[in-house]
């Protein structure tokens, strides 16, 4: 963790070397956890930035399945959660739905939070906070939006299970990482693997009974 939040500040205090507002250059204060503008009119204070990402455990209607898919730039046969920025004014519930919808035309309900995971340098160059979840579709049916994903399924707990397996033996062989045809997943070390691991184990555990989800505006 410790190594992460340096990589996260270092990156951070890369991109915040100029002021914002007016331009000036800006210096490191309080130990280096904030900058400052050196323009006196101005005297704006930077904070490091963390972006806020859903990714999502999406259950087929029969909740014997679940959804994932692949971007283009994904080393060959690694298919993972769903994912996107949590807008501005956004809930994490709404942020959920509207990824899904877009990436692959499919309509959520429910959704529960279920754990998070800090991402030192994100898809953005920024720190990132993973936003575990888990949503239940509406419907089955898939329309994979092309200009973002490669594809998008339904892939059933014995697929599953041996993408989990497939997983663990390319991260063991690090050479075999992106050479590696047989589906898989991300790494043990990612919020993906563990959401789909945890499904596949029947260890998913939303929130405590009678809790209700919230609601969308959607």
């Keep these: 963790r410790d190594a992460g939040r340096v990589l996260a ?3 951070w205090m890369s991109k915040a070397l100029y ?4 331009g000036s250059p800006t210096f490191s204060t309080e130990g280096g956890g904030k900058r400052q503008c050196t ?6 204070r930077l904070y490091p930035r963390t972006d806020p990402v859903a990714i999502m455990v999406v259950l087929h209607p029969t909740d ?3 959804l994932l898919g692949r971007a ?10 769903l994912s ?3 807008e501005p004014c956004e809930t994490l519930e709404d942020g959920v739905r509207r990824e899904v919808a877009e990436e692959a035309g499919v309509v959520v309900g429910e959704v529960y939070p279920i754990a998070s995971q800090p991402w030192p340098v994100g898809r953005g160059g920024t720190c990132e906070l993973m936003l575990g979840c888990l949503g239940k579709a509406v419907a089955p049916d898939v329309r994979v939006n092309k200009g973002e994903m490669e594809d998008v399924r339904w892939f059933s707990r014995d697929e599953v299970g041996g993408m989990l397996e497939a997983a663990s033996k390319a991260v063991a062989d690090g050479s075999a990482w992106t050479t590696a045809t047989a589906l898989r997943l991300p790494g043990s070390y990612a919020i993906a693997h563990t959401l789909v691991e945890r499904w596949f184990h029947g260890t998913l555990t939303p929130v405590p009974p009678g809790s209700k989800p919230a609601p969308s505006k959607y």
């Excluded at 002021?19 to 007016?22: A, E, F, L, S, Y």
């Excluded at 323009?39 to 704006?44: A, E, G, K, V, Y």
């Excluded at 283009?72 to 959660?81: I, L």
């Design 9 to 11: 500040i270092l990156s």
């Design 19 to 22: 002021c914002g507002r007016c």
């Design 39 to 44: 323009s006196q009119p101005c005297s704006l």
């Design 64 to 66: 014997d399945a679940i």
């Design 72 to 81: 283009p730039r994904f080393p060959q046969g690694m298919y993972t959660c």
């Design 84 to 86: 996107g920025f949590v």
